[in-house]
C-alpha cells in the first residue's frame, strides 16, 4: 500500500480540508484576513483534488459492490463520482468571475442529477452496507434536491433574487461542508465495503 492509498494519509486531508474550507468560509463571510484568500483557494483545490483521486479507486469499488445488487445504481454511483467536477467547475467559476446567474442557470441541470444521483447512492449503500449514516446523507440530499427546485422556480417565475442568492447560498455551503467530511466520508466507505467483503 502506497502512502497516498493509507488510511493515515486520508485522514491527515480530511482534517486539512476541514480547517482550509472553515478558513475559506470565515473569509468569505467576513472580509477578514482577505489577502489570503487566493492562497488558501489553491490550496483547497490541491487538496479537493488529492481525496477526488483518493475516491475515485473508493467510488469505483463502491461501484462494483452495488452492481451486484442492481447493474443500474452501480452504474448511477460510479457516474456521481464525476457529477462532483461540474461542481467544481461551477465554484472555481464563482471564484474567478463572482456570483453570476447565468452559470447557476446553466448549472442548474446538472445540480438537479447531482443531488438525484446522491440520494441513490446513499440509498443504495444503505441496503449494501447497512450503515444509517448513509440514511442521513439520502435525507439531506432529497432536501436539498428539493430546496434547489423551490428556490429555481421561485427565481425563474417570481424574483432572480431568489435563485442568484438564495440558491447560490445553499450551493456554496453545501459544497463547503460536502468537501469538507468528503475525507471522512470516503474512509467510512472504505471501511464499510472491507467490513462487507470479509
Known sequence: ????????????LSFAQVLLIA????????????GFYNTIFIITVICSSLLFNFGFTIFKKLSLVLKSHSKATGTIVFYQLYLHIIIIAFLLF?????????AIIVLYPFL???FMTARITWRACFVALGSK?????????TALLIWSIVLTLLGLFYQQRFLSENLYTIVLVYFAL???ELGF???????????SQT
Do not use: C, E, Q, W
Open 1 to 12: 500500500m502506497s502512502l497516498y492509498n493509507h488510511p493515515l494519509s486520508l485522514l491527515v
Open 94 to 102: 464563482d471564484h474567478i468571475y463572482g456570483r453570476n446567474y447565468t
Open 112 to 114: 438537479i442529477a447531482f
Open 185 to 195: 466520508v470516503l474512509l467510512k466507505i472504505r471501511k464499510d465495503l472491507n467490513v
Open 23 to 34: 478558513g475559506l468560509l470565515y473569509i468569505r463571510f467576513t472580509d477578514n484576513f482577505a
Open 133 to 141: 449514516i448513509y440514511k442521513v446523507f439520502a435525507a439531506g440530499s
Open 178 to 180: 460536502h468537501f469538507a
